[in-house]
């Protein structure tokens, strides 16, 4: 079992960065694929970025491709996600998850633990 624990929202203006970090909990960190996805009310949680268990591979989608990247370092049970270029629609409560297994799944109902949400406010 894991613990998941996020930090490092808040509110920028269009253009800024932040960094968010998911801290865990558990002598298993890196038994699991940690994933940061994003929601707004009304929406579906959306997968933003994937890092694998060693922290070789990592996945985005188009949508937040070169702005965004993900990072873990297994020694500190922590997973980083930096945000650069931050847009309006970028705006939501961002979520750390973990799957145990080898796979990268997009899709949040695959992943076993989820941290309570750090809220990004980005204006325009």
């Known amino acids: 079992q894991v613990q998941l624990v996020e930090s490092g929202g808040g509110s920028v203006q269009a253009g800024g960065s932040l960094r968010l970090s998911c801290s865990a909990s558990g002598r298993t960190f890196s038994s699991y694929v940690i994933a940061w996805f994003r929601q707004v009310p009304g929406k579906e949680r959306e997968f933003v970025a994937g890092v694998r268990r060693r922290g070789g591979d990592t996945y985005y989608p188009d949508s937040v491709k070169g702005r965004f990247t993900i990072a873990r370092d297994n020694a500190k049970n922590t997973v980083y996600m930096q945000m650069n270029s931050l847009k309006p629609e970028d705006a939501a409560v961002y979520y750390c998850?973990?799957?145990?297994?080898?796979?990268?799944?997009?899709?949040?109902?695959?992943?076993?633990?989820w941290g309570q949400g750090t809220q990004v406010t980005v204006s325009s």
């Open positions: 998850a973990a799957f145990y297994g080898y796979d990268l799944p997009n899709n949040w109902r695959d992943y076993d633990y």
